[in-house]
């Protein structure tokens, strides 16, 4: 599975971006996805995972209400819609694949790793 994050950039606060995760493999409908994000000087952090079915989302805390995580399995997208961004939602931006059948937010359960998109909210 290979996956490859776009659509980082430069916003300000309160503006939107979203997003694209594009993934290939054949079974890669069948993962569950995660976005993660890790600003300069901190750890990688858990942003949202989405279940192979879409059917299920979930949130770290501090983005809930804000952000939005969809699946397209057809097209083999992963989609992270981001709205009211403030300063700390600066970071680089990655998708992550995991074969595990439930959702999680542990970094090591997720086998799949792309290059991140930088996302920077200016004040």
């Known amino acids: 599975v290979q996956l490859q994050a776009s659509g980082g950039g430069l916003v300000q606060v309160g503006g939107s971006l979203r997003l694209s995760c594009a993934a290939s493999?054949?079974?890669?409908?069948?993962?569950?996805m995660g976005w993660f994000r890790q600003a300069p000087g901190k750890e990688r952090e858990f942003v949202a995972a989405?279940?192979?079915?879409?059917?299920?989302?979930y949130y770290a805390d501090s983005v809930k209400g804000r952000f939005t995580i969809s699946r397209d399995n057809a097209k083999k997208m992963v989609y992270l819609q981001m709205n009211s961004l403030k300063p700390e939602d600066t970071a680089v931006y990655h998708c992550?694949?995991?074969?595990?059948?439930?959702?999680?937010?542990?970094?090591?359960?997720?086998?799949?790793w792309g290059q991140g998109t930088q996302v920077t909210v200016s004040s």
């Open positions: 493999g054949r079974t890669v409908s069948s993962y569950t």
């Open positions: 992550a694949a995991s074969s595990r059948t439930y959702w999680t937010s542990r970094q090591d359960e997720y086998d799949y």
């Open positions: 989405i279940i192979w079915s879409g059917g299920s989302t």
